[in-house]
C-alpha cells in the first residue's frame, strides 16, 4: 500500500511568513509523530498524536510552532513568523503499533 | 530526559569486512532500541529493532546486541556490501503512555569500499 506522504517536499519562503506542511499517513495507523532533521543530524521529536488528540508537544521548540489532526487521519504542522533557524527537514512518521515507525520522504524548509 | 550517544561518526570499511556501530543511552527506563538505515536522499528506514528483554537479535548480516547494566547497544553489520553504505541511526525510547518518542543518536556515515 502508499506509504506516508508529505506535502510540499520543499519550501522556499521568506523570513517572517507562515508555512504549513503537510503529512498524511499511512491509512489505519493511528499514531503520528513529526520530526525535525538537521542537515547531519538524527530526527528530533517534536510532536505526537494519538488520532485526533495531540498528546505530547514537549519538541515543539517555541510557540510558532503548532500541529494539528483534526480527523485523525491528515496532520499539519505550521511554523508562523518563520526565522533562518527554522530551516530543516521536517518528518513525519506514523504507526500502527507502538514501536515501527514509518517515515515519510520530508519536507525540506528553507527560509531566507 | 533521554540522551543518545553515537560512536563512531564516520567508518570506512573494505567490501567484506563487518562494521560495528556503538550507542549509549542515559535513561535506564528505556526499553526499545531501533536502528534507522538513511540513503542519501532518502527517508529513515528500520533495519533491525530490539527490546529490552532480550540481549541479541540476528537478521541475516545484521545483529544488534544490548547491555542494559551498561546501557549500551551496539549494530553489527557483517560481510559488509556496497550498498550498506548509507547513514546508521540509532534511538532509544521507553514506550511509556502507550508511544514510541524516539531519541535519537547523531548518526554514522558508513563507506564500505569495493
Known amino acids: 500500500g502508499a506509504g506516508v506522504s508529505q506535502s510540499p517536499r520543499y519550501k522556499v519562503t521568506k523570513r517572517g511568513q507562515d508555512v504549513a506542511l503537510r503529512c498524511d499517513p499511512i491509512?489505519?495507523?493511528?499514531?503520528l509523530y513529526w520530526y525535525r532533521q538537521a542537515l547531519g543530524q538524527g530526527p528530533e521529536f517534536l510532536t505526537y498524536f494519538n488520532y485526533e488528540a495531540q498528546q505530547d508537544k514537549s519538541g515543539l521548540p517555541n510557540d510558532r510552532f503548532s500541529a494539528e489532526r483534526p480527523e485523525g487521519s491528515i496532520s499539519t504542522l505550521t511554523i508562523q513568523r518563520t526565522e533562518q533557524r527554522d530551516s530543516a527537514m521536517y518528518r513525519c512518521?506514523?504507526?500502527?503499533?507502538?514501536?515501527?515507525?514509518?517515515f515519510g520522504p520530508g519536507t525540506r524548509l528553507l527560509v531566507l | 530526559g533521554e540522551n543518545v550517544e553515537q560512536h563512531p561518526s564516520t567508518l570506512s570499511v573494505q567490501e567484506g569486512d563487518s562494521a560495528v556501530i556503538k550507542c549509549t543511552y542515559s535513561d535506564s527506563a528505556s526499553n526499545y532500541f531501533p536502528w534507522y538505515k538513511q540513503e542519501l536522499g532518502k527517508r529513515p528506514q528500520l533495519i533491525i529493532d530490539i527490546r529490552s528483554n532480550v540481549g541479541e537479535k540476528k537478521d541475516q548480516r545484521i545483529a544488534v546486541t544490548l547491555n542494559k547494566t551498561a546501557k549500551h547497544f551496539s549494530l553489527h553489520i557483517t560481510e559488509t556490501q556496497p550498498e550498506d553504505s548509507a547513514v546508521y541511526f540509532c534511538?532509544?525510547?521507553?514506550?511509556?503512555?502507550?508511544?514510541?518518542?524516539?531519541?535519537f543518536g547523531a548518526g554514522t556515515r558508513l563507506a564500505v569500499h569495493p
Open positions: 491509512s489505519g495507523h493511528v499514531s
Open positions: 534511538a532509544a525510547s521507553s514506550l511509556s503512555g502507550g508511544y514510541n518518542k524516539l531519541i
Open positions: 512518521a506514523s504507526t500502527h503499533t507502538e514501536e515501527t515507525q514509518y
